[in-house]
């Protein structure tokens, strides 16, 4: 690496690479709320595609060094604990990624209070 | 399984030495980037044409009675269609994902990349910075194309960010068809004048809004004899093209940072082939007749003046006009709607030229298909596409030549 300096430390490289064209962003969807997470799954759809690549390399790669063999993880049967496992793992994942719609169920069923309501109780005197 | 769908990898573009590498991941992202451009334009697209036949314009009509008058018009009623909505905002998130991809790219190896070019730069006569060359209006009021820093930030001391990232995103807005230095636009040129005027060989060649020089390093091979003057306002972009330039072992260009309303340093009938490459449509009112004016002075006699561009907008279904409009609102590029929307050949002729002398002609991208694949006209991404419409003038000589494409 050269010995130049750029006088930008590594946080404010981060947050150039982010940073906002000049001129107002148009908003599409008629909540600006639902067009930025619109915006955070798309960058996460980009990244799931980088790390499905990056798997293919280490794939290629343990086939080149002969540690696997080609197709092995295709053909890959696992035992009936491990499938188990997956099953158990996938439902929890599904789990993490809605909880959301999880929780929105609980509290259609809960007739929750309201903070507000709660507070007032709480501050009765 | 069959390839002939597959795109080509951001990997086979010429890493030229000022070129940013890019690791795995990094590579990843810009391949996954211009799939999603492609997919966007091939697949998401269709569907906003289809809104409007099915859904717009029959609510514009039983509102008003009428076809649907103007772009404008149906840019109103499409802002409140949910595909276009969804369309729009997946379009216009791409494009700032392309650039935050870039940028943590280019940030990340910075000091290398400034150093070879500020080591290809140092004492060169071929390149010429002016200090007092002022960033117009028409280029400082928005980032272009969403570019943040546009083409002249410099974020430290002889920083080239926005120049480096501007050269290795063109593959992904454009999904490759550019070719491998990106340079499509000024190898159809090239391609043009070799094929349709053999006999031309320009010995002064002035390129106008050159950039990273990526289009008008192909005249310079094309015409090895020719001294080739390139200007550009963004001090960023020059350095680095002229860095990007030598790597690439072409020593008769001349990068020079200028604004092109102010050519004084040039003598009137210097130049035999003055060129722009979508440049047009970043300028303004105010600009576009200085620059013409300065172009129909500097341009000698015999000279061709060629001026790279979409399509005007005149004779369009207000359909086409307004999604190739979409760029003009939505991806900060003001002046592309208005600069469409003129009668060129009248502007030429306010600024002095004979409009007897003009000439359009289509000029289409020219890259190794064996790469790149043919440039496709179904699933065309308005305004991004390959195959421009080149305006052009002959100067003096009365349209006398019939033009092809090439």
């Known amino acids: 690496m050269s010995e130049l300096n750029t006088q930008l430390s590594d946080a404010e490289k981060i947050n150039l690479a982010g940073t906002k064209a000049k001129g107002q962003r148009p908003y599409f969807l008629a909540d600006k709320q639902t067009e930025q997470a619109l915006s955070v799954a798309m960058t996460l759809a980009m990244e799931l595609s980088v790390t499905k690549e990056r798997l293919a390399s280490l794939e290629c790669l343990l086939v080149d060094k002969g540690v696997i063999a080609k197709g092995e993880i295709d053909n890959y049967q696992p035992s009936k604990e491990e499938v188990a496992k997956r099953s158990l793992d996938t439902q929890a994942y599904l789990a993490r990624v809605l909880r959301i719609m999880q929780q929105d169920k609980e509290e259609l069923e809960a007739n929750d209070p309201d903070m507000q309501s709660v507070q007032d109780e709480l501050t009765k005197s | 399984m069959s390839n002939s769908n597959a795109l080509p990898s951001w990997d086979v573009l010429t890493k030229h030495d000022v070129f940013p590498v890019a690791n795995h991941d990094e590579l990843a992202r810009l391949n996954f980037l211009t799939h999603l451009n492609v997919h966007l334009s091939s697949q998401i697209l269709p569907g906003v044409k289809t809104a409007y036949e099915t859904q717009v314009k029959p609510e514009i009509m039983a509102e008003t ?126 391609n043009w004048l070799k094929t349709q005027h053999p006999d031309f060989k320009p010995k002064r060649i002035l390129d106008i809004g050159c950039t990273v020089g990526h289009n008008a390093l192909p005249l310079a091979e094309h015409f090895p004899d020719a001294q ?175 033009e092809k494409v090439a």
Request: aromatic content about 10%; glycine content about 8%; overall charge negative.
């Open chain 2, 228 to 402: 080739v003057i390139a200007v550009d306002v963004a001090r960023p972009s020059l350095r680095y093209a002229h860095a990007r330039a030598k790597s690439l072992g072409l020593t008769n260009i001349q990068f020079v940072q200028a604004n092109a309303e102010d050519l004084r340093q040039y003598e009137d009938g210097s130049f035999d082939l003055i060129t722009t490459s979508m440049f047009l449509h970043e300028l303004s009112h105010q600009s576009m007749p200085k620059i013409l004016k300065n172009i129909n002075r500097l341009l000698a006699d015999g000279g061709l003046n060629l001026h790279l561009e979409q399509p005007q907008y005149a004779g369009m279904d207000v359909y086409q006009q307004f999604i190739r409009d979409w760029d003009t609102y939505f991806n900060n590029e003001p002046y592309w709607g208005p600069m469409h929307e003129l009668e060129l050949k009248q502007v030429f002729a306010d600024c002095g030229f004979d409009p007897q002398d003009m000439f359009d002609v289509g000029v289409v991208s020219k890259v190794d298909e064996k790469i790149f694949g043919k440039p496709k006209s179904e699933g065309e991404d308005y305004g991004r596409s390959p195959v421009w419409n080149a305006l052009g003038l002959w100067k003096g000589q009365n349209a006398k030549i019939s």
């Open chain 2, 65 to 190: 009675g009428k076809d649907p008058s103007s772009r404008h018009q149906v840019r109103q009623h499409m802002l409140n269609n949910g595909y276009f909505q969804m369309w729009s905002a997946l379009r216009r998130n791409t494009m700032e994902m392309r650039h935050q991809a870039a940028r943590a790219q280019v940030l990340g190896q910075i000091e290398n990349i400034v150093d070879k070019v500020d080591k290809a730069c140092h004492n060169d006569a071929n390149l010429q910075l002016d200090d007092n060359v002022v960033v117009p209006p028409n280029v400082a009021m928005v980032d272009i194309h969403c570019q943040p820093g546009c083409y002249y930030q410099e974020y430290f001391e002889n920083d080239v960010t926005v120049a480096a990232s501007y050269d290795l995103g063109l593959f992904v807005t454009t999904a490759g068809l550019l070719g491998a230095l990106s340079d499509g636009g000024g190898q159809g040129i090239a």
